[in-house]
């Protein structure tokens, strides 16, 4: 483990530096795609607060607690049936007005395919704690696809997926934490990896808000040369990273096939 | 056919590409761009100053560790919302195509398809 000594000390440093969180956060996709990332949001929320989600002119905010939808605050030019909704505390999974503000947020989420988080204290006095719908209960009430397992535990699928690589890798590097917890390939290849991924981790953490956009889930990053000469794969989900040495021909299925694991 | 017309091409033979923008990385300016959807010009600046990043900037000198010192010809961005790949036309030139994609895009078939169509627009240029 000595070999990895100066790339687990540079990872003890940055990671300080990459702990603070993006200001802001842009969802994007189909309807359906959106209506799970704000799921998703929920399920991140834990204080009390009002969840908005902006898009040109349009805009929703949600109040959210413990997990829980707890009412529709406010959102972009409603008609009649749907205004009722805003300011009414949901009380269960079975309310009716959970359905029709599944409607609401389909329908003004369908009119732009990108979106801005924002996150505020819940004004005025705010809803009782235990008043909205767990985000698991509401998830199936609206009918979201079941997160795929590297949604659920991501740090385990890169695992999974490290050692399914066999041959298609040259040589990997596990990261847990600040530690080098697995490795494959030769071991000179191996050593060189852990120096290059030290370099590399600098530049990467300065701008690692930049390239994702403030999205907060597993992410990844390829690079390659010529068609005929080296490409990395670097994957970064909750407290793990991996580096993936390959050649610039497979390097992009390799990625896709990281991808099919984690999506939404 | 001009460049929008190559880059719409582009975007019909590739399933889930939304946007694909040929930019210049030395001006971070976009010159021309194919869309699915309106985009803001605040997210165009984003992308280009984000391939500039990864196939100029620090991170892209980060990357060339592992490249034995070449720069990157490819880049890519991946998240469980999209994948952005970045495309540099050449070692020596500043021009690049930025296509940004569904999460679940076919990411060779992006990266091949792209190549090509930045190869066009170079030899017209």
């Known amino acids: ?264 | 056919m001009d460049v929008t017309e190559v880059l719409d091409g582009l975007r019909a033979d590739v399933e889930g590409c939304d946007l694909a923008a040929f930019a210049d990385l030395n001006t971070s300016m976009i010159l021309c761009v194919s869309s699915s959807t309106r985009h803001a010009q605040e997210e165009l600046d984003a992308l280009t100053e984000t391939a500039a990043a990864v196939l100029d900037g620090g991170v892209a000198e980060g990357a060339r560790t592992f490249l034995d010192g070449a720069k990157a010809q490819t880049a890519i961005t991946m998240t469980p919302v999209d994948v952005r790949v970045y495309l540099r036309a050449s070692q020596s030139q500043s021009e690049a195509l930025i296509c940004l994609c569904a999460p679940d895009a076919d990411l060779a078939k992006v990266v091949a398809r792209g190549t090509a169509t930045l190869s066009t627009i170079m030899s017209k240029a």
């Open chain 1, 1 to 264: 483990m000595d070999d990895f000594s100066r790339l687990e000390a540079k990872l003890a440093k940055l990671r300080q530096r990459a702990s603070a969180p993006g200001e802001s956060r842009t969802i994007r996709g189909t309807p359906e795609r959106l209506l799970a990332a704000v799921v998703s949001q929920i399920d991140e929320t834990i204080l009390p607060r009002e969840l908005g989600f902006t898009q040109g002119d349009t805009s929703i905010f949600i109040a959210v607690a413990n997990r829980r939808l707890q009412a529709l605050v406010a959102a972009s030019a409603l008609r009649d049936a749907a205004a009722g909704l805003v300011g009414k505390a949901i009380a269960d999974a079975e309310d009716p007005a959970l359905g029709q503000l599944r409607d609401v947020l389909i329908g003004l989420l369908a009119t732009g395919d990108v979106w801005t988080i924002s996150s505020r204290r819940q004004s005025g006095d705010g809803f009782p704690s235990d008043i909205g719908v767990p985000s698991g209960p509401l998830a199936r009430a609206w009918q979201i696809a079941a997160s795929g397992a590297g949604r659920e535990n991501p740090d385990a699928e890169l695992a999974d997926y490290l050692k399914s690589l066999g041959a298609r890798a040259t040589a990997w590097l596990l990261i847990e934490g600040e530690e080098v917890k697995d490795q494959s390939g030769p071991e000179d290849i191996v050593a060189g990896l852990s120096n290059k991924a030290a370099l590399f981790l600098d530049g990467y953490f300065s701008k690692k808000d930049m390239l994702f956009q403030g999205e907060t889930g597993p992410s990844g990053l390829v690079f390659s040369g010529d068609i005929d000469g080296a490409a990395v794969l670097f994957v970064e989900c909750e407290t793990s990273m991996a580096f993936v040495m390959t050649n610039a021909a497979d390097v992009a299925t390799l990625a896709r096939d990281w991808q099919a694991r984690v999506v939404l």
